[in-house]
């Protein structure tokens, strides 16, 4: 029969299934899927949270109340089908290692399909300073005066809407039972974008320009200014 989630984590370990033919209803509650063999059964997903290292078939829409979170600490969970973020849905994304790899530096949401992208999406940072267990805290090797760029999701058939990433809510700090990023940012920010092949969604980090920076771009201008003040006063 039908599963329904409605509270507390049903774990599925990597020997664990839930019948094929069957619907598996998210209210609530978190469905942590480690199994070895895809999850099959059509998902309904209206709040809660998904989450491990499993691949999962069905199409999901991550909307308000609903909450994507990849891996058993920093992990990637893969989606066997198209996948919908929408307004107000959160992914809570863990980093351990600011120059590790993805799903274990790193979350990741690999999908075999497509993504959509709403606006006003929500993408939750958690920094971790060490795992088995989780402990929250700074994250390793991130140096705030350093570009940072990481792939949060990868996609086989493009993003939709790519645009939206634009307008995505970053939150640094604590948000959606997240603990928040705890590195110093030292005046930077981050940002969402799609990637140049246009199939993943990253996660960028800009530092705050140095001074030298500013002021070679200060007397640019200037230089720019005066030389076309020098032209027009020629005609």
């Known amino acids: 029969g039908t599963t329904s989630i409605t509270g507390g984590t049903l774990a599925i370990a990597s020997t664990g299934s839930i019948n094929g033919s069957s619907g598996v209803t998210i209210n609530g509650g978190e469905l942590k899927y ?21 691949t999962i078939a069905s199409a ?13 600490s920093p992990g990637i969970q893969g989606f066997d089908a198209d ?8 992914y809570n994304w863990q980093i351990l290692d600011a120059t590790g790899s993805a799903g274990t530096g790193f979350d990741q949401v690999a999908i075999t399909g497509t993504l959509d992208v709403g606006t006003g999406f929500n993408l939750n940072l958690w920094s971790l300073s060490s795992i088995g267990p989780d402990v929250s805290g700074n994250a390793l090797n991130f140096d705030n005066t350093s570009p940072y760029s990481w792939t ?6 493009g993003i939709l809407n790519g645009g939206n990433l634009a307008f995505a ?22 940002s969402l974008a799609q990637s140049v092949n246009g199939n993943d969604v990253v996660l960028n ?31």
């Open 169 to 190: 809510n970053i939150f640094v700090g604590a948000n959606n039972g997240t603990d928040g990023f705890s590195n110093l940012l030292g005046g930077g920010s981050f």
């Open 34 to 54: 480690n199994g070895s063999a895809s999850l099959t059964a059509p998902i309904t997903f209206t709040a809660g949270t998904i989450s491990g290292n499993g």
């Open 83 to 90: 996948q919908t973020w929408a307004t107000d849905g959160n």
């Open 205 to 235: 980090f800009q530092p705050v320009p140095e001074p030298s920076t500013l002021a070679l771009l200060g007397a640019g201008v200037v230089g720019l200014a005066v030389y076309r003040h020098r032209r027009s006063s020629k005609k």
């Open 152 to 157: 949060i999701a990868t996609t086989t058939g």
């Open 60 to 72: 999901l829409t991550v909307g308000a109340g609903a909450t994507l979170s990849p891996g058993n």
